[in-house]
């Protein structure tokens, strides 16, 4: 029971973090709404993001990584079939490292290409060298064909999966601030707002379903607490974005936590061995150190202007 608690909580803090961007856009456009749209969007919208995208994501992932299941098999293997159990559980490198070469992907991109709120001096060196993302990515995944390659040719088809699917989820992240204008602009319906906003929810929440197994393989544990994080996050668009945006430094906290995450999968895709409470400890302590770097910076703020 311990166990499940502990990786229920580092699910719902990785998914929290990792979806605060999401979160603000929500809430900028949700402001050019009428007061009946909005409650239309946080209503159906945390049906779709929780039960439809954040809910079946996990078992189209599994799917992927055992192609000869059938849809009633899959969700077989996530509630007690033995047989089906053991079959996911021989997958498991497939799933691992195509995850892990997408977030560390996500992580690099932001690392060297996104703006940001820089925490540490290196932060800005990097962002200064952006032209090496591309020099840098396209080393980093030919030694990971390489290693797979070395393993099993199956684990080089899963890291070229993780690759494409990266690049087709950063487009549409990469479209959404010129969107987030456009929607802020009034010149789009609010029908039309509400489905971009459910669109882009989609898009970013495969972040947080890939980097949860990460935690567990468990299907139940990433729906129950993906789930979770995902009403907090809904809970913040409504009542508390201002506060959060004020902590400058958590988006920093995630993409470190995203990319620690990628590693460990990665490691364990070719037959590294970490304990279970290893990947919420690395989410735990990463929230808390750039929270108190957030924290920090934002009292020596106050007193600046006192």
């Given at each position: 029971?311990?166990h499940y608690v502990?990786?229920?909580?580092?699910?719902?803090?990785f998914?929290?973090?990792s979806s605060?961007d999401?979160?603000?856009?929500?809430a900028?456009?949700?402001?050019?709404?009428?007061?009946?749209?909005?409650?239309?969007f946080l209503?159906?919208?945390?049906?779709?993001?929780?039960f439809?995208?954040?809910?079946l994501l996990?078992?189209?992932?599994?799917w992927?990584a055992?192609?000869?299941l059938g849809?009633?098999q899959?969700?077989g293997?996530?509630f007690?079939?033995?047989?089906?159990?053991?079959?996911v559980?021989?997958?498991?490198?497939?799933?691992?490292?195509?995850?892990g070469?997408?977030?560390?992907?996500v992580?690099l991109s932001?690392?060297?290409?996104?703006?940001?709120k820089y925490?540490?001096l290196?932060?800005?060196?990097?962002?200064?060298?952006?032209?090496?993302?591309?020099a840098?990515?396209s080393?980093?995944?030919?030694?990971?064909?390489?290693?797979?390659?070395?393993?099993?040719?199956l684990?080089?088809l899963?890291a070229?999966?993780?690759?494409?699917?990266f690049f087709?989820?950063?487009?549409?992240?990469?479209?959404?601030?010129t969107q987030?204008k456009?929607?802020?602009?009034?010149h789009?319906?609010s029908?039309s707002k509400?489905?971009?906003?459910e669109?882009?929810?989609?898009s970013?929440s495969?972040?947080?379903?890939?980097?949860a197994?990460?935690f567990?393989?468990s299907?139940p544990l990433?729906?129950?607490?993906?789930?979770?994080?995902?009403f907090?996050?809904?809970?913040l668009?409504?009542?508390?974005?201002?506060v959060?945006?004020?902590?400058?430094?958590?988006?920093?906290g995630?993409?470190?936590?995203?990319g620690?995450?990628g590693?460990l999968?990665?490691?364990?895709?070719?037959?590294?061995?970490?304990?279970?409470?290893l990947?919420?400890?690395?989410?735990?302590?990463?929230?808390?150190?750039?929270?108190?770097?957030?924290?920090?910076?934002?009292?020596a703020?106050?007193t600046?202007?006192?």
């Amino acid at each position: 029971m311990l166990h499940y608690v502990i990786v229920i909580i580092g699910l719902s803090l990785f998914e929290i973090i990792s979806s605060v961007d999401n979160a603000i856009i929500n809430a900028h456009v949700l402001r050019t709404l009428p007061e009946r749209f909005r409650k239309i969007f946080l209503f159906w919208g945390l049906l779709f993001a929780v039960f439809l995208v954040r809910g079946l994501l996990p078992f189209l992932i599994v799917w992927i990584a055992n192609p000869g299941l059938g849809p009633l098999q899959v969700i077989g293997s996530a509630f007690g079939d033995a047989d089906l159990e053991h079959a996911v559980e021989a997958s498991k490198a497939l799933l691992l490292l195509g995850g892990g070469v997408y977030l560390v992907f996500v992580f690099l991109s932001w690392l060297f290409l996104e703006e940001k709120k820089y925490a540490f001096l290196v932060e800005h060196f990097i962002h200064r060298q952006s032209a090496w993302f591309y020099a840098f990515s396209s080393l980093f995944f030919t030694g990971i064909i390489y290693l797979a390659l070395q393993h099993n040719p199956l684990l080089a088809l899963s890291a070229s999966i993780g690759s494409t699917a990266f690049f087709i989820t950063d487009g549409f992240k990469k479209n959404a601030e010129t969107q987030e204008k456009r929607l802020l602009s009034g010149h789009m319906s609010s029908w039309s707002k509400i489905l971009y906003l459910e669109v882009l929810d989609a898009s970013f929440s495969i972040d947080g379903v890939i980097g949860a197994f990460a935690f567990t393989i468990s299907v139940p544990l990433i729906i129950l607490g993906n789930g979770l994080g995902a009403f907090v996050v809904r809970e913040l668009t409504i009542r508390g974005i201002d506060v959060v945006q004020k902590f400058a430094y958590l988006k920093n906290g995630a993409m470190y936590s995203i990319g620690m995450l990628g590693s460990l999968m990665i490691w364990e895709s070719f037959g590294r061995e970490y304990p279970f409470w290893l990947a919420p400890l690395n989410t735990f302590l990463l929230l808390t150190v750039f929270f108190y770097l957030s924290y920090r910076e934002l009292k020596a703020v106050e007193t600046h202007r006192v």
